[in-house]
């Protein structure tokens, strides 16, 4: 009896696990170059004295769907989108090196570029600071120039160069963050062959209506299985009342 009580109820847990992977991508589904994440379920049995006879059900998350989101066409100055494979360097909560897809960036009162998020944008030597500017433009290439603030439009200056990066596909991963770290965790070397597009996001690779459906599907099976918790407790009674009966 016991053995399917615990099915269902390390099903049920892990299902409400699921759920809660499959919301956040479907609240994600309209956030700067957010990548979803999948999950998947396998059993598992029980090791401890005795043989494995139990078995619980495990929800995991094989990884992430890092394909390009849909590109959408902004015209802002500060809107970058990276064209095929590669990544924008950040400096992370932590304060180490992470790397993004999102390229809706900011300049602080203060000067610094950052993302829509408040990372600091990395360059060639650290974050990037961009002095007062009337206009900023960002080359395919990463490269950073101003026309600063009084000064005559043909004065173009360069100030820095974004800093990108493309790490091999099997040495990365998607943290809670929410950012892609490098699983040596050594800081990547920028890479000539990644540019970016100006006035240009990238968008959320979160397919809603499939998130939905997934969603509706995640609920069935959690309701399938509180009512299997439920018939083992009505027979558990049940066999309780024949043996005070006998």
Do not use: C
């Not at 902004?74 to 897809?101: F, H, M, N, S, W």
């Amino acid at each position: 009896m016991d053995r399917s009580l615990y099915i269902a109820m390390s099903g049920a847990k892990q299902t409400l696990m699921a759920q809660t992977a499959n919301a956040n991508n479907l609240a994600n589904a309209q956030t700067t170059g957010f990548k979803s994440d999948w999950e998947q379920f396998r059993s598992m049995p029980v090791f401890g004295p005795g043989f494995p006879t139990r078995a619980y059900a495990l929800t995991e998350r094989p990884g992430t769907d890092f394909t390009q989101g849909p590109l959408q066409t902004t015209g802002r100055d500060l809107d970058i989108a990276i064209k095929g494979e590669g990544y924008l360097a950040v400096q992370g909560p932590d304060g180490k090196e992470a790397y993004t897809r999102a390229g809706d960036l900011q300049i602080t009162p203060e000067g610094f570029l950052k993302t829509g998020t408040g990372l600091s944008v990395i360059g060639q030597g650290g974050p990037i600071s961009i002095p007062p500017a009337q206009k900023v433009e960002i080359g395919s290439d990463g490269t950073i120039s101003i026309v600063p603030l009084g000064a005559n439009p043909t004065n173009i200056a360069v100030i820095d160069r974004l800093k990108l990066v493309k790490p091999a596909a099997n040495n990365i991963e998607k943290l809670k963050d929410g950012l892609v770290h490098v699983k040596d965790g050594q800081a990547q070397v920028a890479n000539a062959n990644v540019t970016v597009a100006q006035g240009v996001l990238e968008g959320s690779n979160v397919n809603s209506i499939y998130a939905l459906v997934e969603m509706i599907d995640l609920q069935r099976h959690f309701e399938l299985q509180t009512k299997v918790m439920s018939n083992v407790d009505e027979n558990s009674a049940r066999s309780t009342k024949l043996m005070q009966i006998a």
